[in-house]
T-cell receptor
């Protein structure tokens, strides 16, 4: 699976939007971009995923660059509950690690009241 | 509906001992995966079982083994424990085998904290 690069940490103020970047310059055409987050003392939870087009769901939005070499997870209004480690993961259909996720170190998001 | 449940939540073992961790997937989910998360790192894939057969194995020594039962619950076994095995062990379940099948969300349990002394 292709590798992703994320900042180690970011800070945000409560009620403000947060843009979490992810670089994946070696992405292939069949790689999906997944985001998971892990709240303190909990297991990771799915946030969103996409292939080429921007995606929205009740938790967040995913903006994918036209060349797909980068993406941004957007939290429209950060709350204290959004403080977590956010992981950007590429999954390749038919790749060597089918059925599992390869996590990096992620971005630790802090939210200030 | 209950989520992925794991037991025990915390345990302490001595070097050289054996440990068994248990996982019950979400009802109807046939895929169970195990991950190890060392403090400060992201989770690392250990095993995946689908329909009671091993479908994937990460880069872990043979001291680690697992199995899936007819009711799709699973056990992770670690023999000859080392200090470096101290970690959070996460179980994840999903409906389908592939992580990127549309709609095939992977759900994680809260994990079992293992401390080896």
């Amino acid at each position: 699976d292709a590798k992703t690069t994320q900042p180690n940490s970011m800070e945000s103020n409560e009620e403000e939007p947060v843009h979490l970047p992810c670089n994946h310059s070696t992405i292939s055409g069949t790689d999906y971009i997944h985001w998971y987050r892990q709240l303190p003392s909990q297991g990771p939870e799915y946030v969103i995923h996409g292939l080429t087009s921007n995606v929205n769901n009740r938790m967040a939005s995913l903006a994918i660059a036209e060349d797909r070499k980068s993406s941004t997870l957007i939290l429209h209004r950060a709350t204290l509950r959004d403080a977590a480690v956010y992981y950007c993961i590429l999954r390749s259909l038919g790749g060597g690690s089918q059925g599992n996720l390869i996590f990096g170190k992620g971005t630790k998001l802090s939210v200030k009241p | 509906d209950a989520g992925v449940t794991q037991s025990p939540t915390h345990l302490i073992k001595t070097r050289g001992q054996h440990v068994t961790l248990r996982c019950s997937p979400i009802s109807g989910h046939k895929s169970v995966s195990w991950y190890q998360q060392v403090l400060g790192q992201g989770p690392q894939f250990i095993f995946q079982y689908y329909e009671k057969e091993e479908r994937g194995r990460g880069n872990f020594p043979d001291r680690f083994s697992a199995r899936q039962f007819p009711n799709y619950s699973s056990e992770l076994n670690v023999n000859a424990l080392l200090l470096g095995d101290s970690a959070l062990y996460l179980c994840a379940s999903s409906l389908a085998r592939w992580a990127d099948v549309p709609g095939n969300t992977i759900y994680f349990g809260e994990g079992s904290w293992l401390t080896v002394v």
